[in-house]
């Protein structure tokens, strides 16, 4: 059974009668573009066809009513005087509902069940599934019109201000925003999108290393604040205003930290723009060495891999229908991504599930992924 029919069976169980619409959010894996979003810069993400999917009808009161499959708990809250507590997964929905309201508009009540595939902490944003899943469901109970980028940026908000987790903009915007078959180049200073095609032939395919960051939160605060750091030092808001030449013209004067930190960020927007490119001309073979390129620089310069996560970019690339792997997302554990030849993708995860495990006595999740549209209401049963 799919998802989406268990969704909407339960709904029937527990709440009798049909939902009145089926709502699903991707969870997303970047291409290329890490660690640039909140350096104004540009990313590479596509929405992939793990999601959370939400069977609802609204209510007539203020109450939300929801179900959660994978939690196995039934919670519910008042859309009036939100606070904030500790169930995990409900804080996210009450975040959404919070900064909604927070921005004028006028929500009402729902009850419905949800549930997910996207793997919880593995590094494919579940949490901005979970937070666009919300918006999109308040969106269709309450009537207020869908605009990717406008709810990308509460769904940030919410992660930001009611999570407390300090994250960019990529995943909500590529949650929200995903076109099916395509990757999307997305301007995190402008918000600008524009879909790229995956070149022919190839599979993306998700490896997760079966380890998860630990202390992430912290690192991941750190490194935005070295970049900061070096953006004050050339003067300008973000270190997409720097280039290659700018850059090399006073990098001896930056720290060794700094530097790199810099030089991985300049260096990858540069990468995502090549990256775009090589996807428009249908080039695979450049595609995965900007892939490459990508992963040595998060490694060496960005310093936010691990041994997990580098052992199973050898893995991939050491295959002959690789074009190309990187770790993917934040770093220090959970996913890589690979760029594959289609018609070996399946051989190909079989082959790197076996060497990874024999290098780490780890079982590794592989994921070969279709490239999905973001947040929407599903009408009829896909
Ligand atoms: C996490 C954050 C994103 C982005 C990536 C790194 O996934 O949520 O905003 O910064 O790390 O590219």
């Given amino acids: 059974m799919s998802l989406q029919q268990e969704v909407r069976q339960e709904f029937e169980r527990r709440f009798g009668g049909r939902p009145a619409f089926t709502v699903r959010a991707p969870g997303r894996v970047n291409l290329i573009g890490e660690h640039t979003d909140y350096n104004d810069g540009f990313v590479l993400p596509m929405a992939i066809d793990r999601a959370i999917w939400i069977a609802l009808r609204p209510r007539s009161d203020r109450r939300v009513v929801v179900r959660s499959l994978d939690f196995d708990q039934t919670a519910e809250f008042s859309l009036e005087g939100l606070v904030k507590e500790h169930a995990e997964w409900l804080e996210y929905l009450k975040g959404v509902a919070w900064v909604l309201q927070e921005a004028n508009y006028p ?88 879909p790229v095609p995956l070149p022919p032939a190839t599979s993306v395919v998700v490896l997760d290393t079966a380890t998860r960051r630990g202390l992430v939160d912290s690192a991941y605060n750190e490194r935005r604040a070295q970049c900061e750091a070096a953006a004050r030092f050339f003067g300008v808001t973000a270190l997409r205003d720097v280039s290659m030449a700018q850059f090399e013209a006073r990098a001896a004067e930056l720290d060794d930290v700094t530097r790199r930190r810099a030089r991985h960020v300049i260096t990858e927007n540069a990468r995502t723009l090549e990256a775009v490119e090589a996807m428009r001309r249908g080039d695979a073979v450049e595609v995965g060495q900007l892939m490459n390129a990508s992963h040595v620089s998060l490694r060496d310069d960005f310093q936010v891999s691990s041994d997990k996560l580098n052992t199973m970019v050898t893995c991939a690339i050491r295959e002959a229908s690789c074009y190309g792997a990187r770790m993917t997302g934040g770093g220090f554990g959970g996913c890589a991504v690979a760029l594959v030849r289609s018609s070996s993708a399946h051989a190909f995860a079989a082959s790197v599930a076996r060497s990874y495990e024999t290098a780490t006595s780890l079982a590794p999740n592989i994921y070969i992924c279709a490239a999905t549209n973001g947040a929407e209401v599903v009408q009829g049963l896909a």
């Fill in 107 to 194: 929500l009402q009540g729902w009850e419905g069940v949800v549930g997910g595939d996207v793997p919880v902490g593995a590094g494919l944003s579940s949490s901005a599934a979970l937070e666009l899943a919300t918006a999109r469901t308040f969106a269709a109970v309450s009537g207020f019109a869908w605009d990717a980028a406008t709810m990308a940026k509460l769904g940030q908000r919410a992660e930001n201000r009611w999570v407390g987790m300090n994250c960019g903009i990529m995943d909500q915007m590529i949650s929200a925003a995903g076109k099916a078959g395509h990757a999307l180049l997305i301007d995190c200073r402008s918000l600008e999108t524009q």
